[in-house]
């Protein structure tokens, strides 16, 4: 079946923009995850949703930062007055919560952000 | 707060040579230890976890708590092992949910 898919896969914006980031998770997949990558470094944790709510929310750096998941399907990462240290690979992940091996969770490619 | 080091930025060794990529982590709780790797051009996928007690593509990865370590080791690196791998634990947040924290990530070269 298909896996987690991200759009867009690059995106170039201009310091002070909006943006939003989309991803849609695995069919089924109850879990979702954003996470965001910096160069050099490991995925760090930004949101977690379980359905359509935010179950945490404690990784998101400031108040800039929102995501939705209305449906508890598809999520989308907002970004409000994009800053150059926003540049980043985006990561989303989804994790089913039935059934065996529910700790796995399936990454999408990544949207690469760049904020000029 | 939970922390995973991954003290070696970049590995090179020969093909047929052992590999042992080096975690390190602290957490107050009762820890579930992740491989990750991510081969060139991609995404992001698990390798292996320490509750699984398996091998994968010849790798495999003991927890020792006392050293609060989770090297990963594999007998004779092959070429297609060069990727990028991240040692990754599940903690709990303390804001509700279980978290993967990561390591900055090993790139491991094999050299033919």
């Known amino acids: 079946g298909a896996g987690v898919s991200q759009t867009p896969s690059n995106k170039v914006t201009e310091k002070g923009k909006y943006v939003e980031l989309r991803c849609d998770p695995i069919?089924?997949?109850?879990?979702l995850y954003w996470y965001r990558q910096s160069l050099g470094q490991g995925p760090e944790f930004l949101i977690y949703?379980?359905?359509?709510?935010?179950?945490?929310d404690s990784g998101l750096p400031n108040d800039r930062f929102f995501a939705v998941r209305p449906e508890g399907s598809v999520s989308t990462l907002k970004i409000q007055r994009t800053e150059r240290g926003d540049s980043a690979v985006y990561l989303c992940?989804?994790?089913?919560?039935?059934?065996?091996?529910?700790?796995?969770?399936?990454f999408g490619p990544g949207t690469r952000l760049t904020v000029l | 707060a939970q922390r995973v080091t991954q003290p070696e930025k970049l590995l090179s060794v020969f093909k047929g040579a052992p590999v042992e990529l080096k975690c390190n982590y602290s957490?107050?709780?009762?820890?579930?230890l992740f491989w990750y790797v991510q081969y060139s051009r991609q995404r992001l996928q698990l390798l292996l976890r320490?509750?699984s007690r398996e091998s994968i593509k010849g790798f495999t990865a003991d927890l020792n708590k006392g050293e609060t370590s989770f090297h990963l080791k594999k007998p004779f690196a092959q070429e297609e092992d060069s990727a990028m791998y991240y040692c990754a634990l599940l903690a709990y947040s303390g804001a509700g949910s279980y978290q993967l924290t990561f390591g900055k990530g090993t790139k491991l070269s094999v050299i033919p």
């Open positions: 992940a989804s994790r089913k919560t039935s059934g065996g091996n529910t700790n796995e969770q399936f």
């Open positions: 949703f379980q359905g359509t709510g935010a179950a945490d």
């Open positions: 069919s089924g997949h109850t879990a």
């Open positions: 957490y107050s709780g009762s820890p579930e």
């Open positions: 320490h509750i």
